[in-house]
């Protein structure tokens, strides 16, 4: 069966999209990145595939692997319009390193702040709400024209993504992992071999990036999260947990 045959909006046990994604989990279960990130953008998936990247600390890996396949391929970057000026410095740097011709930067609409967050203070309040209408909105958006999309996560990152399968359903779409068993060392290893630059924060304690009034240092021994939404009993933004009423501790890009 195509893929395209396959698609539908539900979840369920009855949709065929699970059994085409279960397959596909089988057939590149020991298959490197750039195996898999060449079959979903130029073969499964081709011109219906998008990457969603933060370019945060790590982003460079997958961006110069994405690259690599088709420079070409959408990248989707959601601008909560309180990130930290490093981070677009470095989106535009990494952007032109590697010739990246369709990064695209995803904002919160007027009208959806109009109605929570017109004064720009809600995470001074309610950090999940202002992630929902900053990120989780915005990247809905931003995603209605795909059926598939690549993200960056990786087992080894939480318990909760201990069992992250490369290819997964979420909300009617494919979402694909392409370093899902990739550890720390591999994507230092990548980075030095390939001489891909540093986020600049990186070198002054910042191992996770995230917003600038939600992110701090993280000091020697601490988990590398720790500086994210510092002193609450929240560790992600809510962008990976499936369905339009999805949790809102979700899992970071």
Known sequence: M??????????????????????????FADASALDILRFAISEGFAGNIAMVSSFGADSAVLLH????VDPSTPVIMVDTNKLFPDTLRYRDLLAER?????????RATRADLSEVDPAGMLWMS??????????VVPL???????GAWISGRKRFQSATRARLEVFEIEDGRVKVNPLAGWD??????????????AHPLVAKGYPSIGCMPCTSPVAEGEDPRAGRWRGQDKTECGIHIATHGREVDGSGI
């Open 2 to 27: 195509a893929l395209a045959e396959a698609w539908a909006p539900s979840q369920g046990a009855d949709n065929p999209l699970a059994d085409v994604v279960a397959a596909l989990n089988l057939r």
């Open 65 to 68: 692997l994405v690259a690599q």
């Open 98 to 106: 590697l010739g990246l011709t369709d990064v695209r930067s995803e």
């Open 126 to 135: 309610d950090t999940d709400a202002c992630c929902h209408v900053r990120k």
């Open 140 to 146: 809905d958006r931003a995603l209605a024209g795909f």
């Open 184 to 197: 720390a060392k591999d994507i230092l290893a990548y980075a030095r071999e390939h001489d891909l630059p």
